[in-house]
């Protein structure tokens, strides 16, 4: 059944391979060719084209290892004279790049789903089916998947207690793509409470100091540094101009097209009381309409007050604050330690996506991966994917904005649907009767407020695709699709985050899996053997 699954799977990526490709295709040709032919003082520092190298070094290695590759498809390929460059051998290499990196995405969910005694092939084909990896990597181009088992990988190893092995793998991925250090927090309170502690308290409240291990400590401290010098220690001499380029803050608070997160509430306030301001001659900042002219740049909101990095970052640090504090201490129990890392992991990467500095709308991704993990863990995780995955999927249409692929993103997006809404039913009430039910009745249970706000998704996409044209307001108001797309899923997203607040169901609770009162997570035989 795995064979199959990921034949089937990599084949719908090989199909993929000629379509639209974004300026990220560009992006990635440009870094084979600046690790290619130059020397490695020089990678931080090139500007021949605009896409700078603005990711952590493995990252840069891994491009370098890529480029000698890239040679044999086409010479042409690597030269860094050739902007925007894309032989069809060019575009081959570059999609098989991403197909045959995913396999490091599917070893990953493969090492994680095999943890869970119930729903462990289910979990998996969630994993591997995810259409918003498949719209990102495969047909706007990037490498989540290759980044996501990587993170796998990390909590694999941590799920099994090799904590230092657990350390080593994140580590690595920090230094393949710094947005990851959004999951830092996670990590650092998880190995100190679970690790460097080596007695867990009675209550799980107080914390038994006299038990902490400065040798575990020590470890732990030794394994991230040498990831980190082997990382960076190349680059000791130009730190400063390594991270201005991963820490590019003249950005801009919001990308060009918004993410769906806090900061879309801001803006479409700011920007309506910039109408009513003019409409009525009350003096602005500004008049020009900087924060939906497709630009990414720093901008001054008109009238609410200019948000700065350092404000994202409080912002960011205080919401996670919570779910930290409950890792802390739900660490101290060894039943379901491993359990409360994943949905805190979950948890902080909401509240960096909506609180964040330049948030990319492709960030989701870092919600709906271990989201989907979490969904066959119990019914109230099951009810969040079930309805994120609508609302974070669908927040990603825009990224494919040629009208063609309007039908393949519906199809992607209704197959995942598919599997997820006859599929997580089945685990958690085997006994249900589909053909008497509606999917929507079914476990697990959407309110009739989630269902008519999922409902108006299909009224969005009709205005987005059908009326807005219709009414030519593509000529007058361009953004006000995008706009609108933000701001309606950021309102799902902002409900997701605040119903995950509620800790009380983090020990996942679960008639159907718990009720012999075994572990969640363990290794034992299961589907995949």
Request: hydrophobic share 50%; net charge positive.
């Amino acid at each position: 059944m795995i064979l199959e699954l990921l034949i089937i799977v990599t084949a719908v990526k090989i199909y993929f391979i000629p379509l639209y490709r974004s300026t990220d295709f560009e992006v990635h040709r440009n870094w084979l060719a600046v690790t290619n032919n130059l020397t490695i003082d020089q990678w931080y520092h090139d500007t021949t084209s605009k896409w700078t190298l603005d990711y952590p070094p493995f990252f840069a290695w891994l491009e370098l290892a890529l480029s000698y590759i890239a040679k044999m498809f086409d010479p042409a390929m690597v030269k860094i004279e050739n902007l925007d460059y894309a032989s069809e051998m060019t575009v081959l290499f570059q999609r098989l790049s991403v197909i045959i990196l995913d396999f490091v995405y599917m070893y990953g969910a493969f090492r994680c789903a095999r943890f869970i005694s119930r729903g462990n092939l289910l979990v998996f084909l969630i994993l591997i089916t995810n259409p918003g990896l498949i719209m990102v990597d495969h047909i706007h181009f990037q490498y989540n998947g290759f980044l996501f088992g990587v993170l796998f990988l990390s909590m694999a190893n941590l799920f099994e207690n090799n904590c230092v092995y657990a350390a080593f793998w994140f580590a690595m991925l920090l230094n393949l793509k710094h947005i990851f250090l959004y999951m830092a927090p996670v990590y650092v309170v998880y190995l100190l409470r679970a690790y460097c502690f080596t007695v867990s308290s009675k209550d799980g409240v107080h914390t038994p100091w006299y038990s902490f291990s400065v040798v575990n400590l020590i470890k732990l401290a030794a394994t991230v540094l040498f990831v980190f010098g082997l990382s960076f220690g190349p680059f000791i001499n130009q730190l400063p101009q390594v991270f201005a380029r991963l820490f590019p803050f003249k950005r801009g608070l919001s990308h060009a097209y918004w993410a769906p997160n806090f900061w879309a509430f801001y803006n479409f306030a700011d920007k309506i009381l910039q109408h009513l301001c003019l409409k009525f001659g009350i003096p602005v900042v500004t008049q020009e309409a900087s924060m939906t002219g497709g630009l990414v740049q720093e901008y001054q909101h008109a009238v609410l007050p200019t948000i700065t990095p350092a404000t994202t970052f409080v912002l960011t640090a205080v919401s996670m604050m919570p779910a930290l504090v409950k890792l802390w201490h739900l660490g101290a129990d060894t039943k379901y330690r491993s359990l409360s890392f994943a949905r805190c992991l979950t948890l902080c990467s909401t509240c960096a996506f909506m609180f964040g500095w330049h948030v990319h709308e492709k960030a989701i991704l870092m919600i709906l991966i271990p989201l989907s993990y979490l969904s066959v863990l119990g019914k109230m995780d099951a009810r969040f994917y079930t309805f994120m995955s609508v609302v974070g999927h669908y927040s990603l249409f825009p990224l494919l904005y040629p009208k063609k692929l309007l039908q393949i993103k519906i199809f992607l997006l209704l197959t995942h649907l598919c599997i997820v809404f006859y599929y997580l039913p089945i685990l958690y009430e085997p006994k249900t009767k589909l053909s008497r039910k509606s999917a929507f009745l079914l476990v697990p249970r959407l309110t009739a407020l989630q269902i008519l706000y999922l409902c108006g998704l299909i009224g969005l996409c009709f205005y987005e695709n059908v009326l807005h044209i219709f009414l030519g307001l593509d000529k007058t108001l361009p953004f006000l699709p995008l706009m609108i797309t933000s701001v309606y899923c950021a309102l799902g997203v902002f409900y997701f985050w605040v119903q995950s607040l509620d800790p009380t169901d983090w020990k996942f609770e679960n008639k159907n899996v718990t009720a012999r009162k075994e572990l969640l997570i363990q290794f034992r035989d299961s589907a995949f053997y």
